[in-house]
């Protein structure tokens, strides 16, 4: 059964390496729904979070085939239960519509939504969540005749209290301790 899937990825910062996971992903015909990459709280190691809709066995498979990539560190596949993720949404519409009555505020106010910028001619609205909650904002808003729309990838952390990745660097420097 296909669901969605997190698959974090952790390395260090090299040129190319997108390329040669994304290509991983080409190859076996799956679409990312969602890719984000920023420096991890491990200093020099940075995290991939790749959300992708299809089976377990496909996501452990390609988890397993993206270790196998030179500069990959350590690859995990969590599903979304085991995280705790948002998603970041920016929209932006007319000002009148403010302007034209409160409807607009309400929704922002409502939907847990903020304004960021307000100038002559357009309103910046900002609203963080899951995927579903920052469309529904869309749809509202949408009725004002949104300008711009744009939502960011996933980020996410898991809910597991132990960082695999912390557990698998300490275990890794001891054994090159251990061999040198």
């Known amino acids: 059964m296909k669901r969605e899937y997190n698959i974090t990825v952790f390395s260090e910062n090299h040129i190319g390496l997108?390329?040669?996971i994304t290509l991983i992903f080409t190859r076996r015909k799956i679409n990312i729904e969602s890719l984000t990459v920023s420096?991890?709280?491990i200093a020099g190691i940075f995290k991939f979070t790749i959300v992708v809709l299809c089976t377990?066995?496909?996501?452990?498979?390609?988890?397993?085939?993206?270790?196998?990539?030179?500069?990959?560190?350590?690859?995990f596949y969590l599903t979304n239960e085991e995280m705790i993720y948002q998603e970041i949404a920016l929209y932006k519409v007319p000002t009148e519509a403010l302007y034209d009555s409160d409807q607009v505020e309400n929704?922002?106010?409502?939907s847990?939504?903020?304004?960021?910028?307000?100038?002559?001619?357009?309103?910046?609205?900002?609203?963080?969540?899951?995927?579903?909650?920052?469309?529904?904002?869309?749809?509202?808003?949408?009725?004002?005749?949104?300008?711009?729309f744009i939502r960011s990838g996933r980020v996410a952390i898991t809910r597991d209290p132990i960082e695999r990745i912390s557990e698998f660097l300490r275990e890794r420097d001891a054994f090159l301790e251990a061999v040198d």
């Not at 929704?107 to 409502?110: D, F, L, Q, S, T």
């Open 39 to 41: 420096e991890s709280a």
């Open 112 to 148: 847990g939504a903020r304004i960021l910028e307000i100038t002559r001619e357009y309103t910046v609205i900002e609203k963080t969540g899951h995927k579903e909650e920052t469309q529904a904002l869309f749809n509202e808003l949408n009725q004002f005749k949104v300008m711009q």
């Open 56 to 75: 377990e066995d496909t996501a452990r498979k390609v988890t397993a085939q993206i270790e196998k990539v030179i500069d990959v560190l350590k690859a």
């Open 107 to 110: 929704i922002v106010r409502n």
């Open 18 to 20: 997108l390329a040669r």
